[in-house]
């Protein structure tokens, strides 16, 4: 698993998501509990599988000489809250961060966007004070599952949350999934931030197409990509 | 030409025209009646000769271990309407996508769009919800031959099409001048995006200006290029 | 020549000045009289010196088994008006060519362009259907001349014309400087663009910055750069 | 030092920040007085570390070939005023760039910002018509001490400036943090861009998020990254 978190930390840089040591992946084995998370603030050029730390779900370090990354909290709050996740991404990447820096949710436009995420990407509401003041990283993650149990989200068929004023967190059902996802979500952002400065408030497209594409891709009567 | 169409398929990454495995493309074999496309959803990386799909002109896999593009009936119906096309390239480009998204067809705002287009790229109806529910892949071919039959336009001069709310589809009378269709599309996108971005609602470049660049390139008196 | 001529050439793609074929740079050997210019739609991974043709100041190929650039009467027509011309760049680069297919001249927003720039970049006007019709390539370089007297510029202090929707054309006293100041007017066209989305319609500097900063780089008291 | 300084300067143009020659870092040995800077004018691609020039706090050079960049009393301007600071960047990296020319400080959007930079990064006056005929590179470093002591603000904790109609001016403990507070500021800066592309006029985060950032990465109570 360590293995398969290395390397899905370097995907980042590689698919440009991140910028300086602003990202972070993890991935979690459920049978032992174990979160296996980027060491805090080690550049991408210079990581190697000694520096991925080990943690359980309560935080503490199990395995590894390095500090877990500052967002361990918020990682943990989500595995302990949707338990068929299997790994989490957060990244700084230019255009989802711009979307959450705007308070706006990611509005679905596209097809592009339907293959991947179920409707439109909700943000967060701010933190309170106090909440900042008091286990910050943790109740960024419940902010998360706030946002999803008040619109009545399923985070299966929505893989990703953008946090105010911060940036988005994507998981998925394995690490490479969360890494997929987390791309996909930087591409439609992209798109949907050129579509507004063309058309403004334009809407989202017609639900039965939005169903369609996500339907193309995702449950029993998936057929895109080969047969596993 | 199974060759052509893989390489045709490995130079979108390089043009910088598809993220994670979001394109492809197609070519035909008129004599045979036989179309070689993409696999559906296999990375670029790995992509290799065996994994392109022979398919005849109603969809049947005549060659090929792999499940073709799930765009595969776009693609035919495209063939069939058009049979001057030697090949097809669908991509989810940032600025085409951006278009489509936005509903609006892409304006001739200068010399570089003539060169390639001659006119305005047409962006099609919605699907209704009947069509998408219903052989919705090859329903998007016929908006696309739909979209050139009300609007008088001729498939040859203007070979590329903005499918609302997806992204756009090219053609060319070879694989590599779809390929170079794509390209050049997703360049006057970006510089039409960013005209507009300067001076809302422009107008189209004059026609003689238009007619004078499309007919250095095409026609019986071009004199781009060299001799062939 | 010809080797500083393919070098230029080679440099626009190095620059992410041009997609496909759509740029070309020429140089001239003032005592022979003679145009060294890129051939037509060649591609630039492929071009070769041998690809490389030489004209005289009528447009008569003197050397080269290649057709010269269609641009070629627009290049001659600039050496015959500005003697002290050594080189000229045509491209088709993003920024500038939003600039110009919005009909907009460049202001000057910045030190950056005064380094390189003194004052606003003029747009041409359009072409009439006349000189469209009749010699369009020439009429496009009359129409840059045209602009810099009209408005009474001097274009060794303005090596820059943004021909309106087209794009820009860019000169130097070598091959050399030609292509620097397209990179410089591509770079500061973005600038320009930027700065426009973040204040519309804001005010060029004041000319008592542009004077010192056009003067440190050019000119009897210029002081940037090491003393030749 | 000199070799520090060399690397920071190729470490320009490898994050993207520079176009052609223009940027440039400095370094100081307080203990000697002496400031390693950039040569002018010099093309990255072919500097070596003979070409950095050492100067002393008054400019006069003490040891190299080259002249010194012209934004050397800039730099010596910012050295002399605040005595902690140990490297120096100006740059004219696009969307800090963009700022700048806009007029504009860049606000605090999100907590990419927060974690570099203390709160908005202040933008200079112009400088006057005398300013810029006499001494004009060190009152640019005057309007810059001028724009933080005006606002009460603490230059270690905000370690950039914007002058107007110019670009950024980055500073840092070491060579190595200036550079990284100049790439830091080129996200934000791009961030906060689109930020404002897609909600216009967007306030700042709140303040108690601001602080929390800041404090998570600066001063005594800092947790991200490893132990020294």
Redesign the interface.
């Known amino acids: 698993m360590r293995e398969a978190v290395l390397a899905a930390n370097l995907a980042l840089p590689a698919h440009g998501l991140v910028?300086?040591t602003?990202g972070n992946v993890s991935g979690i084995d459920r049978e032992r509990g174990l979160v296996a998370i980027k060491?805090?603030?080690?550049p991408y050029e210079s990581m190697t599988l000694a520096d991925v730390v080990l943690v359980d779900l309560e935080g503490n370090v199990v395995e590894g000489e390095?500090?877990p990354s500052?967002d361990t909290p918020t990682h943990l709050e989500l595995y302990r809250a949707y338990d068929w996740i299997g790994g989490i991404v957060h990244t700084?990447s230019?255009?989802a961060?711009?979307?959450?820096?705007?308070?706006?949710e990611l509005p679905c436009?596209?097809?592009?966007h339907a293959?991947h995420f179920h409707g439109p990407v909700p943000v967060t509401r701010?933190?309170t004070?106090a909440e900042?003041?008091s286990d910050?990283e943790e109740r960024t993650g419940a902010v998360i599952v706030e946002a999803f149990v008040e619109r009545g989200l399923d985070p299966l068929e929505l893989p990703a949350a953008l946090v105010a004023?911060?940036?988005p967190f994507v998981w998925g059902a394995e690490v490479e999934d969360a890494v997929?996802n987390a791309?996909?979500l930087e591409?439609v952002a992209?798109?949907?931030?050129?579509?507004?400065?063309?058309?403004a408030g334009?809407e989202a497209?017609?639900p039965?197409?939005l169903e369609?594409h996500f339907a193309?891709k995702h449950g029993a009567g998936a057929?895109?990509?080969?047969?596993a």
């Open positions: 910028t300086l602003w060491p805090s603030g080690v390095r500090r500052t700084h230019p255009f961060t711009a979307w959450a820096q705007a308070l706006r436009l596209g097809t592009t293959d701010q933190l004070a900042i003041e910050y004023s911060h940036g997929e791309v996909a591409a992209a798109n949907a931030y050129r579509s507004f400065q063309l058309a334009i497209i017609p039965e197409l369609k193309r057929y895109y990509g080969q047969p």
